[in-house]
């Protein structure tokens, strides 16, 4: 496996990934063609903001499997692609939210009293208290829009300096617009006619591109206060010029632009305006945290495995991803029997969920059966972030059900395949402290611990039959581990799945097909 790193990450996620065994090379600030060239050698690449991630770079890395973002916003990366492509992204969202937090604060400090301004003026030798003149923060109304992660911590921060916190999020619960305290306003024109200062919070798209520009400045308060410390141009950039030069807004102090890099955009040249290159999570503890988060989910991702800031996958938190590891495994092992035990192609996939599963993050291992489902017949990558999309493309409808009874476990996951000749039901369980167990193969009752290798036969339930199975297998030099047997009527059919050690040569399973009472028998691999 080798990882590229093209922008500068901690270097305690460096030795993270290098302890690992992993090839890590690092290019910073490498140029774009050189990064097409050489993108097909790597499994793997981290990047911050700058780097990006479209269509031409997916086309050029041809062994690409993890994108790893060391920060929150994923503007720079096309998911689409991704997703289509099976390629994990992955990022740290909480990992540098209170350093954006406090940076917000810093900014709007700052701007408010003019430091950068008076300290500019002092190092050039000049002292002069005249222009620098500022306003208070003391019972004065901040909007706060978008009240997610950063936008939540700086409202509940600045209610200590005595302010009255309002926020506009359509997306969210009112529960959580009490929660921090605020005053939900139902329009963004609620907010803006009514605040002092307004601080940015979302992320960046379609819609919240350019959410504050001339329209809002016409109804804004004379001398409003403005801070984006999240995606240049949430705050219209040509539209806060004007508003500046009108005196519409009396300051304004951002962390990002547009187009970043940026050292020639006209907001530069104002006076009250405080612009800082992007700085919001450069903090020691945020970067240690982000290079940490990022290097060990690049490696779970690598492995193969679910990751909890997976952001082309459902989210899950990393406690719950504890609660829910024997689950996928289970899940994708159910999945791995289909296609080894029964050939028709699969029309449908419902899966019920019962008991305390049920109430777990389902969507997440019904993937992981479609994974284990997909994996043996497709050429293919096929893994979480496609599985679903795979089901789509192929036709297959996936259904979840869910019960919170279920008869003889805590636990039950029954997946019924839905073939043109009717359904084929598999189901399972974990016991105890997360031990898959299989309980049903298509009608048979087993109590199976899953194993790499399990030799599956039908039969007639007469006698004789474990016994020439034994002989034959003894004769093969295959060792039997476990072998379990289940039947669905006396004298009717019977299954047998045994745990072997190795695997069983095709001769030999010639050889137990020809046995006089044996239906078929069938390698099975986990
Ligand atoms: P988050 O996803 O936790 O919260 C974003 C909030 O915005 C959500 O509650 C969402 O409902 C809301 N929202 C979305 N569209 C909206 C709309 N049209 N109107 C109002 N609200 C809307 O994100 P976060 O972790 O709090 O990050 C916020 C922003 O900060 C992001 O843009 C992120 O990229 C940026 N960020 C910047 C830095 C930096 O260095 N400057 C660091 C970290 C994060
Ligand atoms: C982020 O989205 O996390 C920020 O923009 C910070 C960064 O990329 O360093």
């Not at 030795?15 to 060239?37: N, P, Q, S």
């Not at 819609?207 to 504050?212: A, L, N």
């Not at 994974?371 to 192929?394: M, S, T």
Request: net charge neutral; hydrophobic share 40%; with cysteine.
């Amino acid at each position: 496996m080798k990882v590229l790193v093209t922008e500068k990450i901690a270097e305690k996620g460096i030795e993270e990934i290098k302890k690992a065994g992993i090839h890590l090379d690092i290019k910073l600030g490498i140029a774009r063609e050189e990064l097409l060239e050489i993108i097909k050698h790597y499994d793997a690449i981290i990047v911050r903001s700058v780097t990006k991630i479209n269509e031409e770079l997916y086309q050029a890395a041809t062994n690409l499997k993890v994108v790893g973002r060391a920060g929150n916003g994923v503007d720079n990366i096309d998911m689409a692609g991704a997703t289509k492509r099976g390629i994990i992204v992955v990022n740290t969202p909480e990992a540098n939210t209170v350093s954006a937090a406090e940076h917000t604060i810093g900014l709007l400090l700052s701007s408010i009293r003019n430091i950068p301004q008076a300290n500019a003026e002092i190092k050039s030798k000049r002292w002069d208290r005249s222009g620098f003149g500022g306003v208070e923060l003391n019972g004065k109304t901040l909007g706060v829009v978008g009240l997610g992660r950063i936008g939540a911590l700086v409202a509940t921060r600045m209610q200590s300096f005595n302010m009255k916190v309002i926020a506009y999020d359509p997306y969210i619960t009112d529960e959580r617009f009490k929660k921090y305290g605020t005053e939900k306003k139902e329009s963004l024109a609620d907010l803006v006619k009514e605040a002092d200062f307004i601080t940015v919070h979302t992320p960046k798209t379609e819609e919240t591109m350019g959410m504050i520009g001339a329209e809002e400045f016409k109804v804004a308060k004379k001398g409003v206060r403005l801070v984006n410390c999240a995606r240049g141009g949430i705050i219209e950039e040509e539209a806060l010029a004007q508003a500046l030069k009108e005196g519409i807004v009396a300051s304004a102090a951002l962390d990002v632009l547009v187009n970043e890099p940026n050292t020639t955009s006209p907001l530069l040249d104002f006076k009250n305006t405080v612009i800082t290159p992007h700085l919001g999570a450069d903090t020691v503890e945020a970067q240690e945290n982000v290079g940490l988060t990022i290097a060990h989910e690049v490696l779970s991702a690598l492995k193969g495995e679910m990751v909890p800031n997976a952001v082309n996958l459902p989210t899950i938190q990393k406690y719950e991803l504890d609660t829910l590891k024997p689950y996928l495994s289970l899940g994708e092992t159910l999945g791995k029997l289909y296609h080894q035990l029964q050939k028709s192609a699969v029309k449908g996939v419902e899966v019920i969920y019962s008991g305390e599963v049920a109430k777990a993050e389902t969507s997440v291992i019904t993937l992981a059966i479609l994974k284990g489902l997909f994996e043996p017949v497709l050429k293919e990558r096929v893994n979480y972030v496609n599985a679903g999309l795979i089901a789509e493309n192929r036709g297959i409808a996936v259904v979840e059900g869910k019960k919170n009874e279920v008869e003889n476990y805590l636990n039950q996951i029954q997946v019924n395949i839905i073939t043109k000749e009717g359904s084929f039901t598999l189901a399972g369980t974990v016991f105890g402290k997360g031990e898959p167990r299989i309980v049903e193969v298509n009608g048979y009752q087993f109590d199976l611990i899953p194993t790499p290798y399990m030799l599956v036969a039908e039969n007639i339930d007469k006698p004789g039959m474990i016994g020439q199975m034994g002989t034959i297998l003894g004769v093969s030099k295959v060792n039997i581990a476990t072998m379990q047997v289940s039947r669905n009527q006396m004298g009717g059919k019977a299954m047998m799945i045994l745990a072997v050690d190795s695997e069983v040569a095709q001769d030999s399973i010639k050889m137990l097909c020809n046995v006089e009472g044996i239906l078929n028998v069938m390698m099975v691999k986990i």
